[in-house]
């Protein structure tokens, strides 16, 4: 991904959450009750016949770690360690702990997610035993070396898909519209939520049972992510990958870079490669930019982004932010169709 000097802070409208406080003994009081104290050792069950827990939200991981996991540590107490991407939890005594960061992730999208998955696991329900399978092997990144180079210091033009992955998963028909109109609802500020949903398709949980205070490593779970969903996954970054690969071919060598939902290209294209991004169903947007430097040694390229908000300048002397992205070799496209469109390309 393209990376930046500066990156911007976004913030959202957050959620109310039980708040969690430090006890004097050492342990975690929720909603009144520490640690031990309230411990359910019938373990309540639902309708489902599975435990029913009583659920808070740990937004200091400090907190989380040492009041929480520590503590069940240093007790010599049984509980159960789960992590799960970016998510961690603790399950003891009836309770669940959840360690979220809120600061940095509050009003950020994330509770799209349960609206998200419900519709692709209905689709995977409506069409069970007919899920295509799709596999990895497609690029989120293509860097034209030898076309940058020929146009360092003149001004090109990127091409933005708003949205590109969450309007991808709808135009494949994997979640409704309601989900997909909810989810366009928070605007920029749910753009993490949106992308961290395609990705939890992806999810692997591990499960690590603690037993009087130690991990049992011997009876660690680790629960894959669902066949299914991983083809879903696959199948909508593949195909982005498809849309800016046809692209390519189209344009040859004035397809300059491809980084994961925007192409860099010459501003003769621009109306020819807007259109055809709009006909496909997606929103798009431009700014202009220019490459600066190519380092094969260390595999960078380096441009100008002259798309910038002025509050979000660090010099205002200098209308442009600098980025720059590191490639690997199996990214690199060369064209080796001369100068007609419609002409296939060679990846090296």
Known sequence: METTVKDAKKKGKRKRVKKLVASSRGGVKGAGSGVDKGVDKSKDKGKDGEERLKKFTVNDYNLFVTNIKDYLIRNGKDFQFISEGTTERIIYGGKQ????????????????????MKDVDDYIEANKGNIMRYDSNYREQMFNLDAIERNLGHQSVMI???????TTAFNLGYITEETYMRGLMGGKAWKLGR??????????????????????????KVILPNQERMWIRNHIIDHVHTIFNDLFNQIGDTFYMFLTDCLVTHYLKLKDVEKYLRNHGYRVKNKPVEFVSVDRTRRIVRWLDFGVKQKDLKDLDKPYVERYCQYNNAQIIQWTGGSGIGKFGLYL
Not at 97 to 116: A, C, I, K, Q
Not at 160 to 165: G, Q
């Open 195 to 220: 992308n961290a949903c395609i990705g939890s398709l992806a999810k692997t949980k591990i499960i690590i049972p603690y037993k009087n205070g130690k991990p049992n490593h011997h009876q660690r």
């Open 97 to 116: 702990w959840t360690y979220f960061d809120r600061d940095v992730n509050g009003g950020s999208g994330h509770h799209l997610n349960r609206f998200f």
């Open 160 to 166: 933005d898909i708003n949205d590109c992955y969450w």
